[in-house]
């Protein structure tokens, strides 16, 4: 399945966007749906609107223009991801904030309003990764909406079955000692772990806190270890064998967390870092360091062109802008896979500091959760048992929602001054069933319960922000 870049270069930007999102355009789906389009992002960090070969093939039909002629491959993107797009008004913003501005006598460089802070010298995997979690959700939660061969997901065999867990950590402050003993060898006051079912009904709704989702158990260091490596070794020993489907387990701080997990006797060694292992992206760069093959996705760029390789003006109505990127192809599809991690690690602070594009108060569960509109009961104490609840809200949150970009921008208007203020300096999925909460001293029994959120797929509503 062909993508290519949606306008870049193009001398009628208003014509581009009528023929794209206008009420006549071929990309309408008839049952009322919003268009989606492909948001491709690259691991510098900078975003491209990408279509698909099939609505290209749409709109040559429609305004019988030729063919494009060359584009760029998928594994050119660190992730590929839905955006939805409502009404012409709202393709026409996105559009603008992707727009190459061209200086005379200047070299042309990705000088948008989007990708003008994202220098090509430095790696942003961050904000694929915000992307990873947006393609997994609207995956498992989307309602069937998102065609997998578009977005190059070639085997979803993990998606039935794949379980959600969150491990949480309250560590030891202050903590005098040096930072790699307080990395490596961390002090947890207590620890939790829950998991989510995937429910997308939703109900209405420094001490040390009480558990408000279970009941409380104390035990000593040595049996709460032993717990934690009773519930990971089943995962780990079947996933290795091929016969388990993996689980996604979100935490914050991954180092920290992982050092906690290790010192307690748990084997890490074979868990993958983020989603992009699962939704196959590696399988993607594995093929571009193998070399340049044929056939598979490929993607159209022409940021930096105005003019076709016929040397004629694009003043075309159908998407077809030229590029100066060489067309990338591989062999086949990626071959169904007999095996996956056991675990894929999901660290929620990177997500939120990609989003809010500023690390400042993001150290801790609470800290994030209030600028992310998370009404919490009391956010001055500390108990991991109701932070391992809150991951998921957090990242319900930002998964559910808009694309990283629009998504941004949507916090910056509707969020209180403070916020708007940070972010502007710095330039419903789950259903919680609490397992365990664990502690030097302390261990939660299993309960269930539900998180009142309300269904914020941004397939639904272009006003959602959570």
């Known amino acids: 399945d062909c993508r290519w870049q949606a306008g870049r270069g193009w001398s009628d930007d208003k014509k581009l966007v009528e023929d794209i999102a206008g009420r006549n355009s071929p990309l309408w789906p008839h049952n009322g749906e919003p268009i989606e389009l492909v948001l491709g992002i690259k691991r510098t960090g900078t975003s491209h609107l990408l279509l698909s070969e099939r609505q290209v093939r749409d709109m040559i039909r429609a305004y019988r223009q030729p063919f494009p002629r060359r584009s760029i491959h998928a594994l050119e993107f660190e992730s590929l991801s839905p955006i939805y797009l409502h009404s012409k008004e709202e393709f026409e913003q996105i559009f603008g904030r992707l727009k190459i501005k061209h200086i005379k006598g200047r070299t042309p460089w990705d000088n948008s309003q989007e990708n003008k802070a994202f220098s090509t010298s430095e790696c942003h995997p961050e904000r694929g990764a915000f992307e990873h979690g947006r393609l997994f959700y609207h995956i498992l939660g989307g309602k069937g909406r998102i065609d997998p061969g578009k977005f190059n997901l070639h085997d979803l065999s993990w998606a039935d079955g794949v379980k959600i867990y969150s491990f949480a950590i309250s560590l030891r402050s202050p903590d005098t000692r040096p930072s790699q003993d307080r990395i490596n060898h961390p002090i947890a006051l207590d620890c939790g772990l829950a998991q989510a079912t995937l429910d997308l009904s939703y109900c209405a709704g420094s001490p040390k806190l009480p558990f408000e989702h279970g009941e409380t158990e104390e035990l000593d260091d040595v049996t709460i270890s032993a717990r934690l490596r009773d519930f990971f070794?089943?995962?780990?020993?079947?996933?290795?064998?091929?016969?388990?489907?993996?689980?996604?387990?979100?935490?914050?701080?991954?180092?920290?967390?992982?050092?906690?997990?290790?010192?307690?006797?748990?084997?890490?060694?074979?868990?993958?870092?983020?989603?992009?292992?699962?939704?196959?992206?590696?399988?993607?760069?594995?093929?571009?360091n193998d070399h340049r093959r044929r056939d598979g996705p490929r993607y159209r760029d022409d940021r930096n062109r105005r003019q076709s390789s016929n040397g004629r003006t694009e003043r075309s109505r159908s998407p077809r802008p030229s590029t100066s990127g060489s067309q990338l192809r591989y062999d086949s599809p990626p071959s169904r896979r007999t095996s996956f991690a056991p675990v894929y690690v999901v660290d929620i602070k990177p997500h939120y500091t990609a989003l809010i594009q500023t690390t400042t108060a993001s150290e801790s569960v609470t800290a994030i959760a209030g600028p992310l509109g998370l009404d919490l009961v009391d956010i001055k104490g500390w108990c991991a048992g109701n932070d391992a609840v809150t991951m998921f809200k957090i990242w319900h949150a930002m998964v559910s929602g808009p694309s990283i970009n629009e998504q941004r921008e949507l916090r910056i208007k509707n969020r209180d001054p403070k916020m708007r203020a940070a972010m502007i300096a710095a330039t419903n999925l789950v259903t919680p069933r609490n397992d365990s909460d664990f502690d030097p001293t302390t261990i939660t029994l299993p309960t269930q319960e539900a998180i009142n959120h309300d269904d914020s797929d941004y397939g639904e509503s272009s006003n959602s922000d959570d």
């Open 233 to 288: 070794s089943p995962h780990i020993h079947e996933g290795s064998k091929g016969g388990s489907k993996p689980i996604v387990l979100l935490v914050h701080n991954e180092v920290v967390s992982m050092n906690m997990l290790k010192n307690c006797g748990v084997d890490t060694s074979s868990w993958k870092s983020g989603l992009r292992d699962l939704l196959n992206f590696s399988a993607l760069q594995d093929h571009r």
